[in-house]
């Protein structure tokens, strides 16, 4: 038994803040006051609250040190770990109570409202040692499973849970397994898609370097519901450290038999191994995915057949997201109608946001279906930074859509984030506040795709092109009303005639954006105004001649020489040489320039 | 591992590795240490070793043993506290033989150490 434990978060986002020297520095300080027996050190996934990252949790006083450097590891143990002295100047402010006592994590406004089932052992176990994960009730489920339960048994209970497909489109699990173990045949696959390429969602990433048993075992017990003895997991090669995790949780589990042949006794055999794509976008779509773990180039093909009837290999296979694998052994070991407790009618259970953008707290979080937009960003998010006004959010990556202000009160379910004209996705939740151009970020996302359309149909490669070159005459202030128009045309002919998902999704951010904020696109074509003040082309920097000092501050560093004027007289800028980088503005000490 | 017997087994032998990761809930038993520099030079950390060592001989999962600062009476060093059912017990001038008699009598079977606590010394 250990008096205390130092918990280290050792996720992507707290390893790039140096993570990892400080696990080093306090293991090294640890050994040499001979602590090692009492004091243990770990490493875990991501606490999610990225932000404040890297962060560090002392037990049993459940101090939560934030923004932690190399330099203060001597203070941590010299205090906190000899003499018992928290470290207040490092905690989390949220933790520390009016009387300076600590409060705990769950009652921080941050961790309140979520309820972490998917995420329940990130930021607690190590995820690199098999026991502990079985310390925390791991391999119980797969245990379960197979001395007690029959195959159909196992769907019946996912099906009552009403979980559905964590990945995007929201599928029911239970019904794709049932259909996989319906078709005939001797060899099936069961598939992990953990190619998880919108831009700004990062969950499936954190579950594989948090709880990287939690979808090894489910993958097993989805292998036992539909009859299959082999499993891939197809992870980006962009994510070195769920690779390198995920390998040594497949190694132990391999060592302990909780992978291969007679597992717990039961004669089913289950083994599995990991693909590395090679970061294309297009094959996080499921055929596509398929292709690429089959050695062909990802490119989709049309269903049906769908991949329960004919899948990897030709053989009939299931193919499901991280997230929805992490809750499977949690509805095994509770009961189906524990899961379907939570959530609204038609979506159960939880879901992760990954929260990004203008946003005050950066990170992960885990609400269960049903709770507000508004809480998520607000109470929860801790709402826009520098006190701006909140515009719109973006679900569901370049497939996804936004929603504006005054949609905030929607509560996120699957059904009615696609009744206003988003979608789930896998949970990117991109914050914009009132400083960013809807325009501009319907181009950000359009460009994605046509970067990522693999181009096998023309809908999607010419199309989404042509879209893109719409919208930059859009922002470049030279498209004309009818241009509107037209774009709009074009969206709903890539909807309705691209192979897969990719692009048929595409266009729903300039479609969302074009329906709720339609006055913008309308200022820019109309006016050649740009109303956020974002698209350089229809921006003109001017100096007030009232405001300006003429302290020649600007013309110095103009670096085009498009200022001119003499000292103590109001200087002007020469809009034709104007590059409009922005930095007269930056250097200004009066306010005099602005932007029009 | 050749059942769900053994998985069992292991979880159980791992609980006392991961006890004490948690903030102590209501029901739990909350053991301190002074450990200031009075406590620590009037020999706080074997008896610090000796409760942890009984907590995990006995599997105890419902005790929160920790250090914490001076307690203030640095002559009565080494003090451990008892925290249990909203009561705080006070034991001073502690030894590693002490604190496992207090392990055994108060934690484990409820009856509070009379002769070890302060009002008695």
């Known amino acids: ?206 579950i ?87 050695g062909h180039r990802g490119e989709p093909r049309p269903r049906p057949p769908f991949p329960a009837v004919k899948g990897l290999f030709g053989k009939p296979t299931i193919l499901n997201n991280v997230e929805t694998y992490a809750n499977i052994p949690q ?14 009618e038609k979506s159960r259970g939880t879901k992760v946001f990954a929260l990004g953008g203008k946003i005050h707290n950066t990170g992960l979080v885990e609400i269960p279906m049903g709770t507000t937009m508004r809480e998520i960003i607000y109470d929860i998010g801790g709402g826009c930074p520098n006190g701006k006004k909140f515009k719109a959010a973006q679900t569901g990556g370049p497939s996804g859509g936004c929603i504006p202000a005054h949609l905030i009160d929607t509560p996120i379910d699957y059904d009615n984030l696609i009744a206003i004209g988003s979608m789930m996705g896998s949970g990117g939740l991109i914050v ?15 460009e994605f795709t046509v970067d990522e359309s693999c181009g096998k149909c023309t809908a999607c490669r010419i199309g989404t092109k042509r879209l893109y070159e719409m919208l930059c005459k859009v922002t470049d202030g030279t498209a004309t009303m009818e241009d509107l128009d037209k774009m709009e045309e074009l969206c709903y002919y890539i909807k309705e005639n691209s192979l897969c998902g990719l692009g048929q999704t595409a266009p729903n951010p300039v479609l969302s954006t074009l329906h709720y904020f339609r006055d913008e696109y309308e200022a820019h074509v109309r006016d050649k105004r740009c109303p956020a003040g974002v698209c350089k082309k229809l921006l003109r920097y001017q100096i007030v001649a009232d405001k300006c000092k003429g302290c020649t501050l600007c013309a110095r560093n103009c670096p085009v020489g498009a200022i001119s004027g003499t000292v103590k007289e109001p200087h002007v800028i020469d809009p034709n040489k104007c590059i409009k980088c922005g930095v007269c503005m930056d250097k200004c000490k009066f306010g005099a320039v602005i932007k029009a | 591992m050749k059942s769900l017997e053994e998985l069992r087994a292991l979880r159980e032998k791992m609980k006392s590795q991961i006890d004490n990761r948690s903030v102590a809930s209501a029901d739990e038993t909350v053991i301190k240490v002074g450990m200031a520099t009075c406590g620590i030079a009037a020999g706080a950390r074997p008896v610090l070793d000796a409760l942890l060592d009984e907590a995990e001989k006995r599997h105890l999962h419902n005790v929160s043993i920790s250090q914490t600062g001076c307690i203030g009476m640095c002559r009565m060093e080494p003090i451990v506290e008892v925290f249990r059912d909203g009561q705080k017990y006070t034991y001073v001038l502690m030894t590693p033989d002490k604190a496992r008699k207090v392990m055994n009598d108060h934690v484990v079977n409820g009856n509070v150490v009379k002769e070890y606590l302060i009002g008695e010394n």
């Open chain 1, 432 to 446: 914009m506040d009132e400083d960013n151009c809807m325009v501009d970020i319907a181009k950000f996302f359009l």
């Open chain 1, 208 to 294: 594989l370097e948090g709880d990287p048993h939690a979808v090894i075992e489910a993958m097993a017990i989805a292998a036992y519901a539909i009859g299959s003895d082999q499993g891939y997991i197809y992870v980006r090669a962009e994510y070195p450290i769920a690779v390198q995790r995920l390998t040594i949780a497949i190694k132990q589990a391999r060592e302990y038999g909780l992978l291969g042949k007679n597992i717990f006794g039961s004669g089913f055999n289950f083994d599995l191994d990991i693909r590395l794509g090679a970061g294309a976008f297009v094959c996080g779509e499921e055929t596509a995915l398929m292709t690429s773990i089959e």
């Open chain 1, 331 to 344: 509805i095994i070991l509770k009961g189906a109608d524990w899961f379907a407790s939570m959530g609204t």
């Open chain 1, 1 to 206: 038994m250990f008096r205390s434990h130092i918990l280290v978060c050792g996720g992507t986002g707290c390893t790039s803040g140096n993570s990892m020297k400080i696990y080093d520095a306090l293991v090294a300080r640890i050994q040499k006051e001979g602590l090692e027996n009492e004091v243990h050190v770990t490493k875990t996934g991501c606490f999610g609250l990225c932000a404040l990252g890297p962060i560090m949790i002392v037990y049993p006083e459940g101090a939560f040190y934030s923004q932690v450097k190399v330099e203060d590891v001597d203070e941590i143990i010299d205090e906190h770990i000899i003499k018992g002295r928290i470290v207040t100047r490092l905690l989390y402010k949220e933790t520390v109570a009016d009387d300076g006592s600590i409060k705990a994590l769950n009652d921080t406004n941050f961790y309140k409202k979520q309820h972490r089932v998917a995420l329940r052992n990130c930021g607690v176990i190590n995820p690199e040692k098999i026991d502990e994960y079985i310390a925390y009730d791991g391999y119980e489920a797969l245990g379960k499973v197979l001395t007690e339960m029959s195959p159909q048994d196992v769907i019946d209970e996912i099906s009552r849970s009403g979980l559905r497909g964590r990945g995007g489109a929201g599928f029911p699990t239970g019904r794709k397994w049932q259909f996989a173990k319906n078709s005939p045949g001797n060899k099936k696959y069961v598939c992990c898609n953990a190619d998880e390429g919108d831009p700004g969602a990062f969950m499936d990433r954190s």
